[in-house]
């Protein structure tokens, strides 16, 4: 095979981006596929054999699309382009998240194919299910869909609920108000919304109760019209409260419910509801189920490593989720 470099041209933007800070994304890439990259302008050369080189090529071309974009790209974005050139799987279009809002980082944008297809879902349905561990996009993607909603006046209201640690909502030992209580547990959720709409924003838009957070228990009995509602954690939902908050929506309300199914913390995993309603609700019109696995997980690499041991033991003991 023949091992002659090959130039891949590539626009300044993403010639900054290949390369990366201290040419740290060039090093990825080059560890990742044993390839030797270099960048003597106006593109990169990749030395290594013809498969290494194609692969490594394909992971280029990815990133490189993305920056042109202008989305920000950081060590995420060439482990996600690196982890899909090795396994032949399509990139997600960089346009794909273009209703999103533009968080501090830059424009949001899906960055594996599975996040393409919730985004795509949360636009087509009205109840979208989010499935899968940690790191992999459904909570946030979900935060800043339903920002960008509430920006261009698609809906009146954003609304946060998830069950407290303790399945049964015991907030009241907690001192504070509701929000006060339920604070702690919504860090993830905060941390998105002030990423994308900016600490004053968000404190602006809470005080007028545009953006409102609620345990599951205080939704009972209401009906959430011109909301988008975030039902996060829902693994933690018994059937009786997932029956409940779906039966919540009203007109012109959407709602996303996240959760991973492998990591319920109820007394009885068996009384979650959120397996139960995917199981009754999969195939019914207006409804969409996106399901999320290690390959989609966006955080630390040692992330994904985690999940696919604790996917492989739950495989060798015969478990099902």
Request: proline residues 6%; charged residues 25%; neutral net charge.
């Amino acid at each position: 095979m023949s091992r002659a470099p090959e130039f891949v041209p590539l626009s300044d933007e993403a010639l900054r981006a290949v390369a990366g800070a201290n040419s740290r994304h060039a090093a990825l890439i080059e560890d990742a596929f044993g390839v030797l990259l270099e960048t003597p302008g106006g593109g990169v050369s990749l030395s290594g054999d013809a498969k290494s080189r194609g692969a490594a090529k394909k992971a280029v071309q990815a990133i490189a699309a993305r920056a042109d974009h202008g989305l920000e790209i950081g060590e995420a974005d060439v482990r996600v382009a690196i982890g899909q050139a090795r396994s032949g799987a399509p990139s997600a279009s960089p346009g794909a998240g273009n209703a999103l809002p533009i968080g501090r980082r830059g424009q949001v944008a899906p960055k594996t194919p599975t996040q393409a297809r919730y985004l795509e879902a949360l636009n087509r349905n009205e109840l979208v299910f989010g499935l899968g561990p940690a790191g992999t996009g459904k909570t946030f993607l979900a935060v800043a869909h339903g920002a960008g909603m509430l920006l261009r006046g698609a809906v009146d209201r954003l609304i946060v609920s998830r069950p407290a640690v303790e399945a049964g909502e015991r907030l009241g030992f907690l001192p504070g108000d509701m929000n006060e209580k339920v604070d702690p547990y919504m860090a993830p959720v905060w941390e998105a919304l002030t990423d994308i709409l900016g600490a004053e924003q968000l404190r602006r838009r809470r005080e007028k109760g545009e953006i409102e957070v609620a345990p599951i228990a205080f939704l009972r009995g209401r009906t959430l019209s011109h909301a988008f509602v975030i039902v996060d954690e829902a693994q933690n939902a018994s059937r009786a409260q997932m029956k409940m908050v779906l039966t919540r929506l009203g007109e012109g309300a959407r709602m996303a419910v996240t959760g991973d199914p492998t990591q319920i913390d109820l007394p009885n995993p068996r009384d979650s509801g959120l397996a139960h309603a995917v199981g009754l609700l999969e195939g019914v019109e207006g409804i969409g189920i996106i399901r999320f696995n290690s390959e989609d997980v966006v955080r630390h690499p040692l992330v994904e490593r985690i999940v696919r041991a604790y996917d492989a033991d739950a495989a060798r003991v015969g478990r099902t989720v």
